[in-house]
């Protein structure tokens, strides 16, 4: 019984490798360089301190060398830390063949302690320098990180880009198809001109150190603060997913050139709903004017104002966003995540913890909570009281059961008051971990938060999948249509809706059809993200009378255009790993009538 309900609730995939790809760090950089930056250009000589405070010059480093590997990283970048596991790899393919390898660490607000922390944590093998002022960044036109730039033994820049082209914006490749700094490599080693000599580079752009204005139309006190506080701290800040914090001015203003990429782009906030439909309570984007304000503000040069016109910080809560929870159940046992998977990616677990309620309970809020960030690439939980398995419901029958996931970006499970989930007595908690080892082996104990509704509910929220699982993708289709249906038998409330597929997933729609046949789109993804799992959780209950149809229709890219895609020249089925691919309209839902009281 158990087994059948496990590999049937293998439902839900989030955020390639380590959820990065949608936190908007990532770009191809297509712009030129700065010309002191341009291949073929000498760097003068330079030295800078380690973070031990010891002078490092670049001629000690090249002396009796064939190259010199210089690298511009940073601490908070998810790029360039996706990267260090390779750049160690690269050390050690290299260092024995007469390659110096070095890394400068240019931001304004990394200090030397953070940045030895992060190279013990990334288990850097090479001195990391300090450039203060970013004047050695500058010298050599270096604007994100990580950038690699490979030198003579006389200073002069031979290559100039990219690690690999594994990461871009908007997508991860399973592997890169071309290693650029290793390939230079290899061609210097043979005497030979380097072949590629300057890419296009994925990553943060580097915060260099300006002085702020004092006045400006807008001031990080009367109007930025507040922006940060309502639309971005709930990320980015400590312990979160946001890969930088963004409390305080000074976070604001060494991140301002990143802020202003990711949100003039529209990639920050994250929200991929297409405005012409629907209205939904969680909408992250940004409103024209606080966009206005906030770009302005960045333009004019990030003006403070003044001390007594900033807010108070803005109260997280502690621990768990729903609040104090009412139980908090763990997983049984500290589950051990290596450095690496395997060939074919780490397995799921699937792990039990039983709740010992003598009565049921009727859950308003949940949210699970990842013990270590870093690896967990999802959890999914669901309640399984033991009375029949979901095996042999089919694709439609799969959300049953389903409580709450976890994904970086997404919100916890709130109900509004009088709706709740039902925890049937001596029902067990089922938790779907999915970890994406990530070169430093870590320890994991996720849990999930309860908070039970103070009273019986007026309506029973349920989550039903619709879904269809016959298809078949063809190899090199750039649009194949799959669509799927499900009819309501009774009236309910449409709560939220949750599409589902894959890393060829391409847009998905949600329709509805009223009984007698009035038609009106719900929900319309027309650039689906598999890296940001969105629930769109309605403004407003829609009532829905029985008869009526919801139709979903997707599309999927399995062309080799789809940088995403694990394998062009493969058709693909159904699946729970992310080659292969599903297609699922999650809705939460609540029938009209009351629940039964016992």
Not at 339 to 344: F, L, T
Request: glycine share 8%.
């Amino acid at each position: 019984m158990r087994r059948a309900a496990l590999s049937t609730a293998s439902l839900l995939l989030f955020l390639a490798l380590l959820g990065l790809l949608g936190s908007g760090s990532f770009r191809a950089d297509t712009k030129a360089p700065p010309a002191e930056g341009k291949v073929g250009r000498t760097v003068g000589p330079f030295s800078l301190p380690d973070v031990s405070g010891k002078a490092v010059a670049l001629k000690a480093l090249s002396s009796g060398k064939k190259a010199v590997v210089v690298l511009f990283l940073g601490t908070e970048c998810p790029v360039n830390n996706a990267y260090s596991p390779r750049l160690a790899e690269l050390h050690k393919d290299y260092a024995g063949k007469d390659v110096a390898f070095v890394a400068i660490n240019a931001n304004c607000h990394d200090t030397a302690v953070r940045i030895a922390a992060h190279a013990k944590e990334h288990k850097l093998p090479f001195p990391v320098l300090k450039d203060a002022g970013n004047v050695v960044a500058d010298k050599f036109g270096a604007r994100r990180t990580p950038e690699a730039f490979v030198l003579d033994p006389a200073g002069k820049v031979i290559y100039q880009g990219r690690i690999d082209d594994q990461f871009g914006i908007g997508f991860m490749r399973k592997v890169p198809t071309r290693r650029d700094l290793a390939c230079a490599l290899d061609e210097v080693l043979a005497g030979k001109t380097v072949s590629v000599p300057a890419t296009p580079v994925a990553g943060c752009l580097i915060a260099r150190a300006r002085p702020a204005k004092e006045k400006g139309t807008y001031t990080y006190a009367k109007h930025v603060s507040r922006i940060l506080q309502n639309n971005c701290q709930e990320c980015h800040r400590p312990g979160q997913v946001g890969p930088m914090s963004l409390l305080t001015y000074d976070d604001a203003r060494s991140w301002s050139e990143m802020i202003q990429e990711v949100v003039s782009e529209r990639r920050m906030p994250p929200w991929h709903a297409d405005r012409k439909h629907g209205k939904f309570r969680n909408d992250r984007s940004l409103s024209k004017e606080d966009r206005e304000a906030l770009l302005t503000w960045i333009k004019e040069g990030c003006p403070r104002g003044e001390l007594e016109d900033e807010p108070a910080p803005k109260e997280h809560a502690k621990g768990w966003r729903i609040g104090k929870p009412d139980a908090v159940f763990e997983l049984p046992d500290e589950q051990e995540v290596p450095a690496k998977a395997g060939a074919r990616g780490m397995p799921y677990k699937y792990l039990v913890v039983r709740t010992r309620f003598a009565e049921d309970r009727w859950i308003q809020a949940a949210e699970a909570k990842p013990g270590a960030v870093a690896v967990v690439h999802h959890i999914i939980v669901y309640i399984f009281d033991g009375k029949k398995g979901l095996k042999g419901r089919g694709r439609d029958g799969i959300g049953d059961g389903l409580l709450v996931a976890y994904a970086p970006g997404d919100m916890p499970l709130v109900l509004r008051p009088g709706q709740a989930k039902k925890l049937p007595k001596g029902a067990a908690l089922v938790f779907q971990m999915h970890y994406t080892p990530n070169g430093v082996e870590h320890k994991d104990r996720s849990s999930v938060a309860l908070i039970f509704a103070k009273q019986p509910p007026k309506a029973e929220v349920r989550t039903r999948a619709i879904a269809q699982g016959r298809f078949l993708i063809p190899a090199g289709d750039a649009n194949y249509e799959v669509k799927s249906a499900t009819t309501f038998d009774k009236d309910v409330d449409l709560l939220s809706l949750m599409p589902h597929m894959h890393l060829r997933g391409k847009d998905f729609k949600y329709e509805v059809e009223h009984p007698g046949g009035r038609k009106e789109v719900l929900l319309s993804v027309p650039h689906y993200d598999f890296n940001w799992q969105s629930n769109y959780r309605l403004a407003t209950p829609l009532r829905l009378k029985a008869g009526t149809t919801i139709r979903c229709t997707a599309h999927f890219d399995n062309s080799a255009d789809n940088p995403n895609n694990p394998d062009p020249k493969t058709s693909v089925r159904w699946g729970d790993q992310t080659w292969h691919e599903m297609m699922i309209g999650f809705v939460d839902y609540a029938y009209v009538e009351a629940p039964a009281k016992k």
